[in-house]
């Protein structure tokens, strides 16, 4: 079994300035992982995705992740947040070897402030 | 491409009607889709999978009876909440994927159900 877990539940930061949401995972098989966003009333959208190869990943809007194997992290940053990153983002894997049930995180509110 | 459609995106019932909701796969054919529930500030919960042409696999605690699915296509899925009442209230989001591409799951855009 997978678990996931975001630290932080909510994050507020200025606009213009870096964050990191912070995403660790516990799992006894080897995982893809994903970072989606969630605007208010919509969907998940994908932002990224670690699947094999370079554990620094890059996504849309800016954001990037990098994988740390030994640490169990999958934490997710952007060098400067905008007010229209304001959002939820929700981390999640899924093993490698099968099986198609993707594992949340219980998400992070992230608030981008003037 | 991979867009997954929901419809409707918002519904209002009364208590003791039923609720069908339709998710939809525009541009591929999906061998499995899966159906969420999300209350207000909460993480997704997974309610079923359901593969074509099979019954859906419910997850512990989620009541068969209740939320009726049927995935009749390939690119389609539909969840009924039958005699739903004001608890059934929530956000309904579907997903879909496609076997064989890392098992990646592309998601609706949700639909929020008010029960009166």
């Known amino acids: 079994a997978q678990s996931v877990t975001q630290l932080d539940s909510q994050v507020p930061v200025f606009e213009e300035a870096p964050v990191e949401l912070r995403c660790n995972y516990s799992?006894?098989?080897?995982?893809?992982l994903f970072w989606y966003v969630q605007y208010p009333n919509q969907g998940l959208q994908l932002l990224l995705k670690?699947?094999?190869?370079?554990?620094l990943v890059k996504g849309i809007n800016g954001f990037e992740a990098e994988f740390n194997k030994s640490q169990t992290s999958f934490h997710l940053r952007k060098p400067s947040v905008h007010i229209s990153d304001t959002a939820e983002y929700f981390c999640?894997?899924?093993?490698?070897?099968?099986?198609?049930?993707?594992?949340f995180g219980t998400g992070t509110q992230l608030k981008v402030e003037l | 491409g991979a867009v997954v459609s929901q419809h409707p995106s918002w519904v209002i019932c009364k208590s003791g009607t039923s609720v069908k909701i339709e998710c939809r796969s525009l541009?591929?054919?999906?061998?499995?889709m899966f159906w969420y529930r999300q209350f207000p500030k909460q993480s997704l919960m997974l309610m079923a999978t359901?593969?074509?042409?099979?019954?859906?696999?419910?997850e512990q605690g989620v009541e068969k009876d209740k939320f009726l699915i049927n995935h009749a296509s390939l690119t389609l899925s539909t969840l009924t909440v039958t005699s739903a009442h004001p608890e059934d209230s929530s956000f309904y989001i579907c997903?879909?994927?496609?076997?064989?591409?890392?098992?990646?799951?592309?998601f609706g855009p949700g639909t929020r159900l008010t029960v009166l």
């Open positions: 359901s593969n074509e042409g099979s019954k859906a696999t419910y």
């Open positions: 799992s006894s098989v080897s995982v893809y």
């Open positions: 999640a894997v899924i093993p490698t070897g099968g099986g198609n049930k993707l594992t």
């Open positions: 670690y699947l094999s190869g370079s554990t």
């Open positions: 541009d591929f054919q999906a061998t499995t």
């Open positions: 997903s879909a994927t496609v076997t064989g591409t890392y098992n990646e799951q592309f």
